[in-house]
């Protein structure tokens, strides 16, 4: 049985949205926690006591790699793999939310360490706190 041209582009047709939505399903599934970071809001003030305390941490967890002013130009950059990343560049929210933020800086990176078990929630809201702060 012969079918004809359209039968068969309809098959390819849907054969690729098949294969398009099974993508978009995993990398759903791959990116969720990112995906949910993004929604989700700073719980922390804006304020001076927060700020204050993420410069704090910054200064004893974050600087030697990103450098004080987070170009990434720390004293240690010398002998890592790959250069850290120049937060002075992040764009603000909505582009880049603070909730992606504190996920990277929980979960790390290629090079950077993750945090999460070794900063409180808190503490990283705080260094969101403060790197927004910095780079306004």
């Known amino acids: 049985m012969k079918t004809s041209p359209e039968a068969g582009r309809s098959r390819v047709v849907r054969r690729v949205a098949i294969g398009l939505a099974l993508l978009a399903l995993g990398l759903s599934v791959y990116y969720r926690a990112l995906l949910v970071a993004a929604i989700t809001p700073n719980p922390m003030p804006h304020e001076a006591k927060s ?24 004293p240690v950059t010398a002998r890592l793999p790959k250069k850290p990343k ?11 939310p603070d909730g992606v933020l504190a996920y990277r800086i929980a979960t790390g990176g290629v090079v950077m360490p993750a945090w999460a078990g070794v900063l409180s929630e808190q503490d990283i809201w705080d260094l969101v706190n403060f790197i927004r702060a910095q780079h306004k």
């Open 51 to 74: 700020i204050s305390r993420g410069a704090a941490i910054w200064a004893t967890t974050c600087a030697a790699c990103h450098g004080p002013e987070g170009r990434g130009d720390g």
């Open 86 to 96: 120049d937060l002075t560049r992040i764009a603000p929210p909505p582009i880049f």
